[in-house]
């Protein structure tokens, strides 16, 4: 059974341009979101996060995103065919792509604490922390072992793979 939690609401609002008020929530979420977009409004996004979220309960944004630096999607965007395949139902992807670290610089500029980790093979997971007042700013990307491999093995299935029944 759910019950209703009157602390959390739903709303839906152009994310460049929320209309809450300034400092008004605890977290922002973006879950696979930033790859269907142009550079430039993810960063418009990042701006409206950090305008929203609370300066004094250390507000939070959250990303779990394609990581175009995992060797899984090095693989995937060298083959042309594949990738074009791909590309074919995600139109900003190449973009993203190219576009990544500057999305990812850009928000280390606005928050004081950022931490990015391997999420699977293939994603991340960050963390970015605003106006967290005890630390130093500081930016962790935990997403490569010390000897330069990626964190997370990728376990998807490969093209030529199907699932197998059990």
Do not use: C
Not at 42 to 58: C, G, H, M, N, Y
Not at 95 to 117: L, N, P, W
Not at 126 to 153: H, I, P
């Amino acid at each position: 059974t759910i019950v209703p939690d009157d602390r959390i609401s739903l709303r839906v609002a152009d994310a460049t341009n929320t209309g809450l008020e300034d400092g008004s929530v605890d977290l922002v979420h973006l879950g696979l979101v930033i790859h269907e977009l142009p550079i430039h409004i993810s960063k418009q996004i990042v701006d409206e996060a950090f305008r929203i979220l609370s300066p004094t309960s250390a507000g939070q944004l959250w990303i779990s995103e394609m990581d175009f630096d995992s060797p899984a999607f090095q693989k995937l965007r060298s083959n042309p065919l594949l990738f074009s395949l791909i590309r074919s139902t995600e139109p900003y992807l190449d973009e993203y792509a190219d576009g990544s670290e500057e999305i990812r610089q850009h928000i280390r500029t606005k928050f004081d604490k950022v931490v990015i980790a391997a999420a699977t093979g293939r994603h991340y997971a960050m963390v970015a922390t605003k106006n967290e007042a005890a630390l130093a700013s500081t930016y962790e990307d935990k997403r490569f072992s010390t000897d330069g491999t990626y964190a997370v093995s990728d376990t998807h299935l490969k093209t030529w793979e199907s699932k197998k029944e059990t």
